[in-house]
């Protein structure tokens, strides 16, 4: 008997390098992935909500690398990133420039998915002499009180779900050992958040709002849209590019985790964004 259950392609895991710490003075630790050539242009990659550095990035981070110096990180209250008493985007910001200092990168571009992009925003208007280009990927300039913590946390449960019932029951009898521990690693990296740091995430990324500063940004930025998102809102998203004075948008039709669960349509159109500034 044939299985009919479809199975979310995954990209492989087997060349995600392994993130090494570094110390941030007066902030704390957190762990980093610094790829690609020292002399290339610099890109710092800013992670979604629920999510680590790798996770968000990895499908993209080799294609990326072959024209840029690419730095990720885990965000605090994420994967290895650092614990505080208290989870502000304000402190998120400081951190991505204290983590460019730690590595010696005077300018910078900035790419952010999703919660990540809510924190270039802010990186982005507080250093503007640093920050030479924007990325923006399924973000908004605020995240609308309407959608409340259980919306968010309902996706991203039924994402880890979708992971785990494939990592215990792939489609095929026969189906690579290979393809079974991308899964695991996928799900290990989601469960190095807890539920609680996620609401408490969420609740804070509720705050936020960028609409009335957003107008005075004046570097080349572009938006990835994923049209298809029931997280934020395309038609947010879009409002954000609006909001900043020559961004282009580029559109992918997708969900919220295309970073990931579409990479083969979302991974183009992100190398084209990030070419485009």
């Not at 995600?16 to 050539?37: A, F, Q, S």
């Not at 989870?87 to 590595?103: G, Q, S, Y």
């Not at 580029?250 to 969900?255: K, L, M, R, T």
Request: aromatic content about 6%; some cysteine; charged content about 20%.
């Amino acid at each position: 008997m044939t299985a009919t259950r479809r199975l979310v392609t995954v990209p492989p895991t087997a060349a995600v390098p392994d993130p090494v710490p570094l110390e941030l003075p007066g902030r704390g630790r957190t762990v980093v992935t610094d790829v690609g050539p020292r002399d290339a242009p610099a890109l710092v990659l800013l992670h979604s909500v629920a999510c680590t550095g790798l996770l968000t990035w990895y499908p993209a981070l080799d294609r990326l690398a072959r024209d840029h110096r690419v730095v990720v990180f885990d965000q605090r209250w994420h994967g290895q990133g650092i614990r505080s008493p208290e989870f502000r985007l304000a402190d998120c910001a400081a951190d991505v420039t204290a983590v460019a200092d730690a590595l010696g990168l005077e300018e910078f571009a900035l790419a952010g998915y999703s919660m990540g992009g809510m924190v270039a925003q802010l990186v982005a208007h507080a250093e503007p002499e640093r920050v030479t280009g924007l990325v923006l990927c399924s973000t908004a300039s605020n995240f609308r009180r309407g959608l409340r913590q259980r919306v968010a946390l309902d996706v991203f449960g039924r994402t880890l779900r979708q992971l785990r019932e494939h990592v215990k029951a792939p489609v095929v009898p026969a189906a690579p050992l290979r393809r079974v521990e991308d899964y695991r690693w996928g799900l290990r990296e989601f469960r190095s958040t807890t539920p609680w740091e996620i609401a408490v995430a969420v609740d804070e990324i509720g705050r936020f709002d960028s609409t009335p500063w957003l107008h005075t940004l004046r570097l080349p930025t572009a938006v990835v849209v994923t049209a298809r998102d029931r997280f934020i809102a395309p038609d947010h998203q879009r409002s954000l590019a609006r909001r900043i004075p020559g961004a282009a948008t580029y559109e992918v039709p997708a969900g919220h985790a295309a970073c990931v669960l579409a990479a083969d349509r979302w991974v183009p159109a992100l190398l084209t964004a990030v070419h485009s500034v």
